[in-house]
C-alpha cells in the first residue's frame, strides 16, 4: 500500500457542505459512548460488589486496585462529555479507549471467556463512520485482549484447561481457594500464560479478526451513506428550489391580481388555481381583446408536474396570442390544434373552454374542446349546469373543427367555469365530489362577488375530500354579468 493510500485509508472525506452532517454525526456517537461508558461502570461496580461479597475469588486487595483506576478511567471521559457538551470530534478517543481500558479490566477480572466486552469498543467505533479510526481501536482492542488474557492468569478467576496436567500420582489438597490450591501444585504460571496465548487467546482472535473487518466495512459503508444521502438530499433541495421558482413562474403566467379591471363596472372576475403537486397543468386566463370583448378560458392538460406545466405555458401562450389576432373561438382552437400537434412528440392534449364575451350585449360566443361544461346561473335563479357541444382534445389529432356555440348573460347572470379536479375530488371513501354537490355549494349563496363563491366551492370540496390524498389540480374561474348601463 502506497503512502497516499495509507493516509487515505485514514481520512474523512468531507467537504464545507458534508462536514455538519459528519460533526453531527460524531457528536451524536459520543452521546451513544457515554451510555455505554456508564453501562460498563455499573457493571465494574457489580462486579466489585460481588467481590466484596465473596462471589468471585479474587483477592480484594486487588479488585479495589482495578475496580479503583477502572473508576478513574471512566470518570475523564464522562467529565470531558459533559464539559465540551460532546461537541468535540477528538472526543471519540477519550471515549473509545476509555471504553477500552475498562472493557480489558472486566475481560481479566470476570473470566476470559466474556471475550463478546472486549468487541464492543470495535463496534462502537464504527458509529462514528471512520474505517481509520475502527482500525486504531481495533489494534489496541487485539493488543489488550492479549495483555488482558494473560493478566488474567495471575490475578482473573481460574481455569484450568490452560494450566499443565500435574505428574501423574501427584495428590491435590484443596485448600480455602481454588487459586491457593493451583498455587500449591507449583505449577508455573507463565506456562499456563502460554497455553491460555496458544488455545485461548489465538482461536480468539481469529473471530476477533472477523469482527475488526465486519466494524471497518460497516464505517466504510456508513462514511459512504452519509455522502450519498447528502447529494440526494441536496439535489432534492435544488430540485424543490427549481419547482419553487417554476411554481412563481406559472403563477404569474396567469392573472392573479385582483379586481382584474378596476375600471370596467359591467362584469366582475374572479378565478384561482390550486395544483396537487408545486406545478400543474391546468390553467386560466382572461383578457380584453378590445374594448368590447372579454376572452375567457379554462383548460387541463393531460398529466401531471413538470411536463403538463411546461405543455400548459405553450399552450396558454398560443391561445392568447391567436385570440388577440381575431377569429371565432373555434377558429382559434382549430389554428393552436394544428400547431401543437405539428411538434407533439410527448403526445400530451389539453381540454379547453374558450368564451369570447360581447361586454355591450352579454353575448358569449364559445368552443368546448372536450372540457368540463360550464355552469350559468340566470338573475335571480340558481347555478345549472350548461351541456354545451363538445368538441375534440386539442393536440389529440391533427386537422379537427371545433364547433362554435353562442348563449346570451343578462344583467345580474354569472358564469362558473372549472377543471375536472373540482368534480373528480374524492374522499376517504373514495366517492367522487361531482356535479351535485359542486352546484348545491355555489347555490349557498347566489348573490355573493365572484371570488367568494370561488371561495365556497373550495371549502366544501375541502371539508369533503378531509384526509383524502389529491392527485388533481383544482381550476375554477367566476364571472358575473352587470350589464351595460348605456343600454
Known sequence: MSDKKFSSFFKIYESKDTKAIFEQNEYESNRLSLIVIIACAVILAVSWLLNFFGVFQISKLRMNLLAGQGV????????????????????????VIALLLVCARLFSILNHNVVLIMILPVLLSSRYFSKGFTLQISILSVAFLAIASISTIFYGLIDLNFYPSPPSGTSIVVLGTLRQSVAALGIDPWAAAGKMMLHGFLPRLLVFLIIIMISILIADRGH????????????????????DTATKIQNSMVPNIFPAFPDRKEFDIYAAMYTAKEVGGDFYDFFLIDEDHLAMVIADVSG?????????????????????????PGE????????????????????????ILDIRTGKVQAANAGHEYPAIRRSGGEFE????????????MEGMKYKDYEFTLKKGDALFLYTDGITEAHNPADELFGEDRMTEALNLDTEIAPDET??????????????????????????????????
Open 454 to 487: 370561488i371561495a365556497n366551492v373550495k371549502a366544501a370540496i375541502d371539508e369533503f375530500v378531509g384526509d383524502a390524498e389529491r392527485f388533481d389540480d383544482l381550476t375554477m374561474l367566476c364571472l358575473k354579468y352587470f350589464g351595460n348601463d348605456k343600454d
Open 385 to 396: 349546469v350548461l351541456v354545451d357541444k363538445h368538441s375534440f382534445v386539442v393536440g389529440g
Open 224 to 243: 459512504v451513506m452519509v455522502l450519498k444521502q447528502d447529494a440526494v438530499s441536496r439535489a432534492s433541495a435544488n430540485v424543490k428550489a427549481e419547482l
Open 332 to 355: 382559434i382552437l382549430e389554428f393552436v390544434n394544428t400547431r401543437i400537434c405539428r411538434n407533439n412528440t410527448a403526445e400530451m392534449f389539453v381540454t379547453v373552454w374558450l368564451g
Open 304 to 328: 401531471k408536474g413538470v411536463p403538463a406545466a411546461l405543455f400548459m405555458m405553450a399552450s396558454k401562450i398560443l391561445i392568447n396570442d391567436r385570440t388577440l389576432m381575431g377569429g371565432t
Open 72 to 95: 478513574i478511567e471512566l470518570i475523564i471521559p464522562i467529565v470531558l462529555y459533559f464539559v465540551f457538551k460532546g461537541r468535540k470530534r477528538w472526543l471519540k478517543y477519550a471515549m
